[in-house]
């Protein structure tokens, strides 16, 4: 299979180096990645080891190959300008996987290219950017990819192979929008968190109070999925985010990362996201409101 991968930032080179064994892949990222990639092949380290010579190039434009799977891995605010940059590589046989956190990629997406031609899928996989060329794979994880209408297509099932077969424990999703929003409701209650107070995932839960916080903004961003028509239970999401904490208890968020990297976050897409909904539907959000003024200060001050 043809695949290219736009956005080869951590997950995105993981995923490209696994899949790379057994299919033809091309990783787009920036320019120091990229370059040292090409110099010295990508390498994986810590749960998965692997160093693999990999076509990778630092803008799209330069690429040939006409994918069958497009892989977008970029950071939600730049899913249009990465779509509009990818559309003159999109074929009708190209079918494109948003495999992003975030709950607004589908709709953006849908903008600029047919909704026929988008699967979505999240994953759990832990990874971490150690420097140009170089991957941290910190915890293995469980893929979910999905039909948007819910049926279990050939095509899904055919990605779905591909992904096993490179060691990537892959599932398909009768319902791929619940399962987004199961992992948005989870990232909104740690990724703020870890930010604000600069902390590991585990220590959530090490420290009482936070706990208690946690808790909170996860049952108040679960009312917020049903409010969206999406059957959650509060029990059954809080236990889910701390479950998600204990299998990630040494990592550091996404969101943090972000911040230590003086980047942008993807508050907006999360929290902010759910404030939109919430407050279309009439219910609170008061406390997502908060994360997000929280997080976008800090970011701001950041990039100062």
């Known amino acids: 299979m043809n695949i290219v991968i736009l956005g080869a930032g951590a997950i995105g080179s993981l995923f490209g180096a696994l899949l790379s064994e057994q299919n033809k ?47 977008l891995t970029v950071k939600a605010y730049d899913t249009e300008l990465a779509i509009n940059q990818a559309k003159h590589i999109i074929i009708d046989s190209t079918t494109v996987l948003s495999l992003q956190n975030g709950l607004d990629n589908i709709d953006k997406i849908k903008k600029i290219i047919h909704h026929k031609k988008i699967i979505a899928g999240i994953t759990t996989h832990g990874a971490l950017f150690s420097k140009p060329g170089v991957i ?47 992992k948005g409701i989870v ?20 420290n009482p109070i936070l706990e208690n916080i946690l808790a909170s903004i996860c049952r108040e961003s ?59 539907h009439g219910v609170d959000t008061k406390l997502n409101e908060i994360l997000v003024y929280l997080v976008s200060s800090i970011s701001e001050h950041q990039q100062i």
Request: aromatic content about 4%.
């Open 25 to 71: 892949v091309v990783l787009i990222g920036r320019t120091p990645h990229i370059k040292a990639i090409q110099k010295k092949g990508l390498t994986i380290n810590g749960k998965t080891k692997l160093n693999v010579k990999i076509s990778a190039e630092d803008t799209i434009d330069k690429v040939t190959l006409i994918p069958d799977l497009l892989i």
């Open 136 to 182: 941290r794979h910190t915890g293995f994880g469980e893929t979910i990819l999905g039909e948007l209408n819910g049926k279990k297509s050939k095509r899904i099932c055919d990605i779905a192979d591909k992904f096993n077969e490179a060691d990537i424990e892959t599932k398909v999703s009768s319902d791929i929008t619940k399962e987004i929003w199961i």
């Open 187 to 206: 990232n909104s209650s740690i990724n703020p968190l870890t930010s604000f107070f600069r902390c590991k995932n585990g220590y959530l839960l090490e």
């Open 222 to 280: 679960t009312n917020i999925a049903r409010s969206k028509g999406i059957n959650l239970s509060d029990k059954s999401m809080i236990q889910k985010t701390k479950d998600v904490i204990r299998d990630t208890s040494d990592n550091y968020s996404s969101m943090l990362q972000s911040i230590r990297k003086g980047k942008k976050t993807e508050i907006d897409s999360i929290n902010g996201k759910l404030v939109n909904i919430g407050k279309k």
